[in-house]
């Protein structure tokens, strides 16, 4: 029992001292390579073309996406090992004690959203491996990643280790099976270059990439502070870019070969480039814990952009047990509801609702960064991030006002089935809203913000004063963005 108590993490949203630090930068590269490899990137990278790009050119824009998305995540993931904290509550300094909770709340929609589409697709697969059928499928994969999410970071850490190691070589046994099937030079030397079927592409996995920004800091905060920030920053690029470009080649050329073939029947088309009988039930196992992987990640995160919302107007507790496995099964039973309510046709409409809502990620985004390592320079006082009366104040309006202007901006340049900005067909179709939602709020933030110095401290602070002594303070930074 106490090793087991051991395991169960104990922090929440407060720092983590010091003496409870530990690991390496290298576990964000498995954590994220993991985390990639898996269906839904697969699904993704297969959009690319099933929407008109040829191969050759899906897989180029594919990559540039992952470099320019992955890049703004991992500069998010250098946070974690010099704050302690998880990404969501650091946004306090930018947008006041209270009013972080503006898009947080849009954050935990957006994760429950994931976790529902997750468990559809892993649903299938467990379904299939235990014979249950789909719908039981999704309720024990979902119950699952609630006690794994439950039991917290060391236990995610070793999903990802395990899930790089099993899923890459799954991989590459599909991928070997997928060049047996497709004439590869026959689909790489068609070259008819379309800008906006590019466009498409980058999107795509820009997209995918900035969608963690939220919460990969998450974990990478148990590293120990003297952690270098620009190991951080690469191990996490090259370990997320690694992964999701691998899945999303894959479900190109996938797409490229089979063409209606893969699309809809994504899951059953992988499995059957493996063959039947004991292979069959391993590429199911394979495509459920690379699911269960990526589906931890939203749980957790989920329950601190939670927490971090409710503890903003409530003041910041102790989370016991209970409390915390309350928090994680209001998400799975909300994702759970809506999951089996898409499970046979609401996914495709829901999907565009996903991407409608990672409008609010790209200039929250923006506005973190711009703050974290060109304005504050590292330099936050860490226990008046839970003070509404404190150094950052409940409401910073600046920045509310910069942030809803970075939702509007990007409003013509949105494409999805519900909705279609009026700038869009001049681009042929593309959706370049991420783009605008980083560049326009970074740069209103640093125009109306840069001068606005006056919360920001000499030194980052660690602890309150009187906090068994004077407040330990990190040493002075003028470092820039890890790179």
């Known amino acids: 029992m106490q090793r087991m108590a051991g395991v169960v993490e104990r922090r929440s949203i407060d720092v983590v001292p010091d003496a409870e630090r530990h690991g390496r930068a290298f576990s964000q590269f498995t954590l994220w390579l993991g985390a990639n490899l898996q269906i839904t990137a697969v699904v993704t990278g297969a959009l690319a073309v099933v929407f008109g790009a040829p191969a050759f050119w899906a897989v180029a824009g594919l990559l540039l996406g992952n ?206 480039l493996g063959g039947a009988g004991l292979m069959a039930s391993l590429l199911y196992f394979v495509i459920a814990l690379g699911k269960l992987t990526i589906n931890v990640l939203n749980t957790y995160g989920g329950f601190m952009s939670m927490v971090t919302g409710v503890s903003g107007f409530r003041g910041q507790r102790e989370l016991g047990p209970r409390a915390r496995a309350g928090y994680i099964a209001v998400i799975m039973a909300a994702g759970t509801a809506v999951a089996l309510a898409g499970k046979d046709s609401f996914l495709t409409s829901f999907k565009d609702f996903l ?56 409003l013509p340049f949105l494409a999805t089935h519900f909705y279609t900005g009026p700038l869009v067909d001049p681009l042929g179709g593309a959706d370049i809203s991420w783009l605008v939602g980083l560049a326009v709020p970074a740069a209103l933030y640093w125009l109306l913000c840069r001068n606005d110095t006056a919360h920001i401290p000499e030194r980052t602070v660690l602890a309150p004063p009187g906090d068994r002594g004077p407040a330990p303070e990190a040493a002075p930074v003028t470092a820039q963005p890890p790179g």
């Open 67 to 272: 470099l320019l998305g992955g890049a703004v995540m991992a500069l998010h993931s250098a946070q974690g090992p010099r704050l302690g904290l998880p990404q969501m509550i650091s946004s306090r300094a930018q947008f006041g004690v209270r009013g972080a909770v503006v898009p947080l709340a849009l954050v935990v929609v957006m994760y429950i959203g994931f976790f529902a589409s997750g468990s559809v697709l892993a649903g299938q697969a467990v379904g299939e491996l235990t014979h249950l059928g789909d719908t039981p499928g999704i309720v024990l994969f979902a119950t699952v990643t609630a006690v794994a999410a439950a039991v917290g970071y060391r236990i995610i850490h070793a999903l990802g280790r395990v899930a790089s190691l099993v899923c890459a070589v799954a991989f590459v046994f599909l991928g070997i099976r997928l060049l047996e099937r497709a004439d590869l030079s026959g689909l790489l030397a068609e070259r008819a270059f379309s800008f906006p079927l590019f466009l498409l592409a980058v999107s795509l996995s820009a997209s995918w990439q900035l969608a963690f920004g939220p919460y990969v800091a998450d974990y990478s905060r148990y590293l120990p502070r003297s952690t270098s920030a620009r190991a951080t920053f690469w191990w996490t690029l090259s370990g997320s870019v690694l992964g999701s470009q691998w899945s999303m080649t894959f479900g190109a050329l996938a797409a490229a070969t089979a063409g209606p073939a893969f699309v809809g029947h994504e899951v059953s088309y992988v499995v059957g």
């Open 355 to 410: 991407l409608f809502l990672l409008t609010a990620f790209t200039p929250w985004s923006a506005i973190n960064l711009v703050d974290y390592y060109l304005i504050a320079r590292e330099r936050y006082d860490l226990p008046a991030l839970s003070d509404p009366h404190g150094r950052y104040g409940a409401w910073r309006r600046r920045a509310l006002a910069v942030y809803g202007a970075g939702l509007c901006v990007q």
